[in-house]
């Protein structure tokens, strides 16, 4: 995948671009890119392509960071809401 396809809006690049830029804004830059993705796209695909493009050129930049939490499995969730989430089972 072309790098202008997994950025189209040039988010990601820019943020590579900015002076001083924290983990809070690549967080919130992040959402925005993530949000334009077209229809159809795989987000990991893209995530990919930029870190190949970006990251190794910036391992320490911070969006380095977030780019590459992106690809990171979300954690299973540990506790049921609910009812089911405050009953106990019967003691046998």
């Known amino acids: 995948m072309a790098t202008g396809e997994a950025d189209p809006k040039g988010l990601i690049r ?9 983990a809070a804004e690549c967080r919130s830059i992040f ?3 993530a949000l334009s ?8 695909e893209a995530l990919r392509a930029l870190l190949a493009q970006y990251g190794a050129a910036a391992p320490d930049h911070p969006m ?3 780019l590459s939490a992106g690809l ?3 954690a299973a969730p ?3 809401g609910g009812r089911a989430g405050r009953s106990r089972p019967a003691a046998g």
Request: charged share 35%.
């Open 64 to 66: 380095t960071a977030v």
């Open 78 to 80: 540990c506790r049921r």
């Open 37 to 44: 993705l077209p229809a159809g796209m795989d987000p990991k």
């Open 31 to 33: 959402v925005d890119w």
């Open 14 to 22: 820019e943020s590579y671009r900015i002076e001083g830029i924290g």
């Open 72 to 74: 990171d499995e979300a």
